[in-house]
């Protein structure tokens, strides 16, 4: 049995909690929070005058090397990664080789999860056969072995049929189908968002009315079928006032984003930085400051690392040829508090965004500070500055978009039931 | 040395693009080519300039035009020029960039001349190896040795560059060749004209500094310069036009549409033409209105400028 864990004079911070005082966690477990606790024998006290004691983070979509892309990232040292960005808790993309299809591969990624003693695992299913978009998956036993939710990952379900019946079907099992939200049709060929800066690289451009119109389309089909629908990494203030109307209309429909859709914006590209391609692609400083105001005013329901590890050799490339998707575990609350810093979120609406509601969305443990909860939680200081190095990130993903952005906030420590498994 | 200057503008170690450039260097860039013009046609050499260093022209996609003119240039100026083509289609163009890259740093090879199907591939190679790189041109990002010859040549026919009316027409979208001539046209004072069916003009380019015009009459009004693009066979096969012959119709360069702009204006084409789709023989060859063939004369003069200028560092580094 791990000793007991007292946190000293933290601030208490998540869903609801905002307190100053102690916390104390006994066999993996939350015992008491607020005030001046008594220190129990034996116990290890954690001194961290003004730093924040929140859950540890709900990352509700990132990439895993494992299995197939085992050369870009294994779940070990994904686990590493998330350790040292407070994340206890990610939920795993499917669009694996093989795809996460058959119940036997939900129970493995669990299962691996479990094995790292740092990180749970929370697998999404496949919502076609092979994320192929062309039959459905088993999303009833894929459902009953574990899986959170349904999504074909970095693929659009391109077919409007096959969306219909994957929202009606997975509502029989009371589960939710997340859409990256770009016409394939319309993005075809393209890898940067449509713009001046666009044509003056000549790099074929996507449309923002790419995202849009796959919103559209999907919340129709959910008002049709009355499935529940999840925008992934949303990123244009087009996509994001049709949510926000449909969420009025009293539709099952949520979305979240990502940090570099908030935090950055086309000009990252700049002279062809293949790091900071991504899909979607970073879109104008207007879609960026409509992101921020979703954020700000609820629309927008969780914050997702969107990670997505890449290696040298995918992104050494003409920047049209390069792998998109950018590094995220470790940047995840540092972004998140810059737009704290800077008065566009509270501090509490931004810690919910990154444990709270995406646990509410995924029917995860965690994410809240409740007596006799789990003890997953993420100590940090909200005001110590650092920068982001590419190729000195913890774990094995070294592509950042965010290569030399200097940020306030420092996690200190990463509990997972009660254990440290970071600082 | 042809140019006994003690300012020189340009000090960049690479020709990648001319966006960026100041018209200080563009401009010195113009009088340096010029005076190769003068040199070429009188018959001397200058054999000494490069001796000892090695150009090669790397090309991953085929293009006899402009490597034969720089290999000239290269010649003339005394380098040791050797070509490397890399056929894009039978293998990874990822690999084959990065790995060729290393075998080319291996060779100490001084000045590097790419071209690549890829926009930034020059870029990226930059990053790598040692050698000036000069771009000759990559995906429909930039070719900016073809603005610079094409500048050459307004400027000698024109007396001046700014001022003047171009208009720039056709598959504007898929064009390195228009990208960079707007970049260094605008910069030098002209105003700038795109003409093209929607469907080939790119997104926002009018941000950029240019009027876009959907209609060639309008388009050509009063211009000094009508510039005419390639219109390559694949914008048919994906849909961007329906056919060549209406193309031809609304967008070819005929002497009834020409008859429109100045009556000195002047015509170009990048080359290679194709006649009856984009231009009409008649314009093409007439010698009132078509400086084309002067085009592929500036084009040796300007690479011989952009060679000795991209020396200058390793030369001033020796002395």
């Not at chain 2, 219109?231 to 549409?257: C, H, N």
């Not at chain 2, 194709?274 to 008649?282: C, H, M, Q």
């Not at chain 2, 209105?289 to 690479?303: D, H, L, N, P, T």
């Not at chain 2, 952009?306 to 002395?319: F, I, T, Y």
Request: aromatic share 4%; charged share 20%.
């Amino acid at each position: 049995m791990n000793p007991d864990t007292l946190f000293s004079r933290v601030r208490i911070l998540g869903a609801g909690v905002d307190v100053l005082g102690d916390l104390l966690v006994r066999d993996g477990h939350i015992v008491d929070f607020g005030g001046s606790l008594g220190t129990p024998d034996g116990a290890t006290v954690i001194e961290a005058d003004g730093a924040v004691l929140c859950p540890g983070l709900i990352d509700m979509r990132a990439a895993l090397g494992e299995p197939g892309f085992e050369y870009r990232e294994t779940i070990a040292s994904a686990a590493i990664a998330a350790a040292a960005g407070g994340i206890t808790t990610l939920a795993a993309l499917p669009d694996t080789n093989p795809a996460i299809d058959d119940p036997a591969l939900v129970h493995l990624l669990r299962t691996r999860g479990e094995e790292t003693g740092s990180l749970t695992i929370l697998p999404y299913g496949a919502v076609t056969r092979g994320c192929k978009g062309e039959e459905l998956a088993e999303i009833g036993l894929l459902r009953e072995a574990g899986a959170v939710a349904f999504t074909d990952g970095s693929r659009a379900i391109a077919s409007a049929r096959m969306m219909r019946l994957a929202l009606s079907y997975a509502r029989g099992f009371g589960a939710r189908i997340v859409q990256h939200p770009e016409d394939p049709s319309l993005a075809v060929g393209g890898c940067a968002t449509e713009s001046e800066q666009s044509t003056r690289l000549g790099l074929p451009g996507i449309p923002a009315a790419a995202e849009a119109m796959m919103v559209v389309r999907d919340i129709r089909l959910a008002e049709l079928t009355g499935g529940a629908v999840h925008f992934a990494h949303v990123s244009t203030g087009e996509a994001l006032a049709l949510i926000r109307a449909a969420k009025a209309a009293g539709l099952s429909v949520t979305c979240d984003t990502a940090p570099p859709y908030f935090d950055l914006n086309e000009t990252s590209i700049g002279d062809f930085r293949t790091y900071a391609k991504l899909s979607p692609p970073l879109r104008k400083e207007h879609d960026r400051k409509l992101v921020i105001a979703a954020l700000a005013d609820g629309t927008i329901d969780a914050i997702a690392s969107d990670h997505q590890p890449r290696d040298a050799d995918d992104k050494r490339l003409p920047f049209a040829l390069a792998s998109a998707g950018g590094s995220g575990l470790a940047t995840l609350l540092a972004v998140t508090l810059a737009h704290v810093h800077n008065g566009s979120l509270s501090l509490s609406a931004a810690i919910d965004l990154l444990t709270a509601r995406p646990a509410a969305l995924l029917g995860a443990e965690g994410g809240r500070i409740a007596k006799g909860g789990v003890a997953d939680l993420c100590l940090f200081d909200a005001e110590r500055i650092w920068k982001v190095e590419a190729g000195k990130l913890p774990g094995k993903a070294q592509n950042t978009p965010f290569d030399g952005r200097a940020l306030e906030g420092v996690v200190l420590g990463t509990w997972k039931r009660g254990k440290r498994v970071f600082g | 040395m042809l140019l006994h200057r003690s300012a020189v503008f340009y000090r960049q170690k690479h020709l990648l693009a001319i966006e960026g450039l100041q018209p200080p260097e563009i401009g010195q860039l113009l009088d340096l080519a010029d005076s190769y013009v003068l040199l070429n046609r009188s018959g001397k050499t200058q054999r000494d300039l490069l001796r000892g260093r090695t150009l090669i022209n790397l090309f991953f996609e085929d293009s006899t035009r402009t490597r034969t003119s720089f290999e000239l240039a290269g010649k003339r100026l005394g380098a040791d020029v050797i070509n490397m083509g890399v056929s894009s289609s039978s293998v990874n163009k990822g690999e084959t960039l990065i790995d060729t890259a290393a075998t080319l740093n291996a060779m100490h090879c001084d000045l590097l001349v790419v071209r690549h199907d890829q926009s930034g591939a020059p870029n990226l190679l930059a990053q790598i190896v040692d050698a000036a790189v000069i771009n000759a041109g990559d995906g429909t990002h930039e070719h900016p040795t073809q603005a610079l010859l094409d500048a050459l040549t307004i400027k000698r026919r024109k007396g001046r560059i700014a001022g003047l009316t171009v208009a720039i027409c056709g598959d504007i979208a898929h064009s390195r060749v228009a990208r960079s001539n707007i970049h260094l046209l605008t910069t030098m004072g002209c105003q700038v004209r795109v003409v093209g069916p929607p469907t080939l003009i790119p997104a926002e380019i009018a941000d950029i500094g240019v009027t876009v015009f959907h209609d060639m009459v309008a388009g050509l009004a009063g211009a000094d310069v009508v510039m005419m693009l390639r219109l390559q066979r694949e914008r048919m096969t994906r849909g961007q036009i329906p056919s060549a012959r209406e193309y031809f119709r609304f967008y070819g360069l005929d002497q009834e549409k020409l008859a429109y702009a100045k009556p000195d204006a002047i015509v170009m084409h990048p080359g290679p033409m194709n006649r009856g789709v984009e231009i009409d023989s008649a314009v093409a060859d007439d010698p009132l209105r078509s400086v084309i063939k002067e085009q592929v004369e500036m084009g040796v003069a300007v690479r011989m400028a952009v060679l000795d200028m991209l020396s200058r560092g390793h030369r001033r580094n020796e002395s």
